[in-house]
């Protein structure tokens, strides 16, 4: 089975901290997804990555920025969590058809 | 830009059925469907391309007309285990597509 793995479910970090939430998916995708989940919002596309070191901006990139230094692994960087970043993150890698989510990460900013 | 999904929420009884659309200001390339479940993360239900095809598993269907940048989900005699939330995703082709949802519909089956 294909998995994709966040390496927290629920995350408190304070106001000005630098952020990192790390996804690791097993199966040598192409294709990387960070999506942030708020209530009557959706799924909003915030950065994904398309190969190693390439990254696109989603709808909503403003205050955050990826690292994807291997492929199996992307990061999401908060570099100066604000408490309107508060959200439930996911976390998708893709080839060809389908795309495969991670559990999310909840993350508070206090 | 997010597709437009409608509508927001439906209820049902069990052996109805429903629709739920999903329409793109931007040319399309594919639609993909997902459903999620309380707590859960989003799973795939199937994508359809350029081409106008329609596709289905079980009671499940959807079809995809290109010209009007539309897609619609058609979910036939349903069952309790169809309750979640549904995503249509668009993709606009090439080698860097990012996949952009729209913001759900919330179905509740009830028995």
């Known amino acids: 089975d294909v998995k994709v793995t966040q390496s927290s479910r629920y995350l408190v970090k304070r106001t000005g901290e630098k952020v990192f939430l790390e996804c690791v998916q097993d199966m040598d995708h192409e294709n990387m997804f960070w999506y942030r989940q708020d209530p009557g919002l959706g799924l909003r596309l915030i950065y994904f990555?398309?190969?190693?070191?390439?990254?696109e901006k989603g709808d909503i990139p403003e205050g955050y920025s990826v690292s994807r230094e291997k492929k199996e692994r992307f990061s999401l960087i908060l570099e100066s969590a604000s408490t309107n970043q508060t959200s439930m993150y996911l976390c998708?890698?893709?080839?060809?058809?389908?795309?495969?989510f991670g559990q999310g990460t909840r993350l508070t900013v206090v | 830009q997010q597709p437009v999904q409608s509508p927001q929420a439906v209820i049902l009884r069990e052996g109805e059925d429903a629709v739920i659309n999903c329409s793109s200001s931007?040319?399309?390339?594919?639609v993909h469907w997902y459903r999620q479940k309380h707590g859960e993360a989003p799973v795939f239900l199937m994508i359809l391309l350029k081409g106008g095809e329609q596709k289905g598993h079980d009671k499940i269907s959807a079809s995809f007309n290109e010209k009007k940048q539309q897609s619609s989900l058609y979910l036939t005699a349903s069952q309790l285990s169809y309750s979640g939330t549904y995503f249509c995703?668009?993709?606009?082709?090439?080698?860097?597509?990012?996949?952009?949802f729209g913001k759900g519909t919330h179905l509740i089956i009830q028995p």
């Open positions: 931007k040319a399309l390339y594919s």
């Open positions: 998708a890698s893709k080839r060809g058809t389908e795309a495969f």
């Open positions: 995703g668009t993709g606009s082709g090439g080698g860097a597509d990012g996949l952009t």
């Open positions: 990555s398309y190969d190693v070191k390439m990254k």
